[in-house]
């Protein structure tokens, strides 16, 4: 079952497209977001969340359409954008009684219990919180409806790392359940190693793969080797190759056939989340 | 309907971080202060303090925010109508509030002017219906333009609708008006209606499709 369906996703806006981008968020899990700046997520994002129309496209979220044109469907989803979105000028507490209004499911005791764990000041005006605290708040906003889906643009942005760890358990918890299912944008890509079911890349606009995470990981490898290994065709075989006077080392995304070609002429090792967004990144351009 | 009584909830209490504001331009621009010029509040309290309520979610963050909500974008701005209606009866009994302290004040007769009172109500809702459409198509880029704007004309409009009254060109509308008020009345209620239900549906599209 399916959270969140895009079905070509396409969006042009002054130096930026987003191109026929089509995918699924499982229900039940983790799904990771990643990509370089200006890849597209927070745009994305957007989308899902009714802020911007694509131009081609559809998204479903829970069986119903998303975008701009609805607006039930946001009922059930507890969102955490990248910046501050509530008004600055009022306390904590102030904002709560506004934003509980929206909400059938508001449960008021979650939300003083976040409030303890989070040590937020309910009297305190967002203006005079920190990046953090304004971060926590919308958290505990964001939890303390019962949402089905939480959508996080870049959310442990800014956190210090205990608090961080402490939001990563937070979300293994939310989705123990299996009902509920947790999208979140991040350029932290350890994060995404300690909590993460499903990755979802993008750059520049385009998809460049949604699977599991262990797919990937065990599908990607780095190869390290001498230049002498690299010919015309063996450069095909990489996504992203960086090479320097004594050797190179490159990544794949067929590792076993890679070592079939090279047998022990190489070493290999597994990457992490951030190899390959790096190596993606820079393309099949040859670096120092 | 919930939803829209959470979002004027919202509008009312951003103003009240203005308050002293609008008490030191409700003193003012009263009878209080202007002794010889008791309408001039009519004028300038009200636009104040529409313009005031609907700057409140003039930024990014707060457009982003509302449009976030489990809340169609057409009841969004329905709210704003409604929120910047509710402003406009609260200024204008505020301001009928302080010329009647003024009256008492200075040893004057007190008086009700139901005519000014009316005028300025249609008036406050025709300059609402101009000013929301603008806010929701120019977005937060000519939006600021749009304020300034609009303070000049209802700075203006004070001493243009004073020269519209004396001018002798307009005594003639002012006759046919004076010989039938009641039909009068409603014609203006009713354009005053039409212009604003005009006004939803233009800002209605203008917002419908905005990228945020």
Known sequence: MTAIDVQGLSKRMSGFALEQVSFSVPRGYITGLIGPNGAGKSTFIKMLMGMVAPDQGSITIHGERAGIAGAAYRANIGYVSDENIYYDCLSLGQMKEIFKSFYPRWDEEIFKEYLDRFELPVKKKIKDCSKGMKTKFALALAFSHHPDLLIMDEPTAGLDPVFRRELLDLLAEFIQDEKRTVLFSTHLTTDLDKVADYITFIHRGKLVFSETKDEILERHLIVKGSKELLDADTRKEFIGLRETDFGFEGLTADGSRLQSIFGSSALYHQPTLEDIMYYTAKGGKAYA | ?212
């Open chain 2, 1 to 212: 309907m919930h939803s829209i009584g959470g979002l004027v909830r919202k509008d009312i209490l951003l103003i009240r971080r203005f308050i002293w504001l609008l008490a030191i331009y409700a003193i003012v621009f009263s009878g209080v202060v202007q002794k010889d010029n008791q309408t001039l509040i009519y004028s300038l309290f009200p636009g104040l303090l529409l313009i005031l309520g609907i700057s409140s979610d003039s930024q990014r963050s707060a457009q982003q925010f509302l449009v976030s909500l489990p809340v169609p974008r057409n009841r969004l701005v329905l709210s704003k109508y409604l929120s910047s209606m509710i402003f406009i009866v609260a200024a204008v009994l505020i301001s009928t509030a302080m010329n009647f302290a003024s009256d008492l004040l200075y040893g004057r007769p007190v008086h009700l002017d139901l005519m000014l009172i009316a005028g300025t109500f249609l008036s406050m809702i025709i300059f609402l219906s101009i000013y929301l459409p603008f806010f929701y198509w120019l977005g937060l880029k000519g939006f600021q333009v749009v304020n300034v704007v609009m303070m000049i004309t209802i700075m203006l409009a004070n001493g243009a609708a004073t020269w519209l009254l004396t001018e002798s060109d307009s005594q003639f509308l002012q006759d046919r008006f004076l010989a039938q008020p009641g039909l009068s009345w409603i014609f203006l209620i009713l354009l005053t209606l039409l212009a604003s239900v005009i006004s939803y549906i233009i800002s209605c599209k203008a917002y419908g499709t905005r990228d945020l």
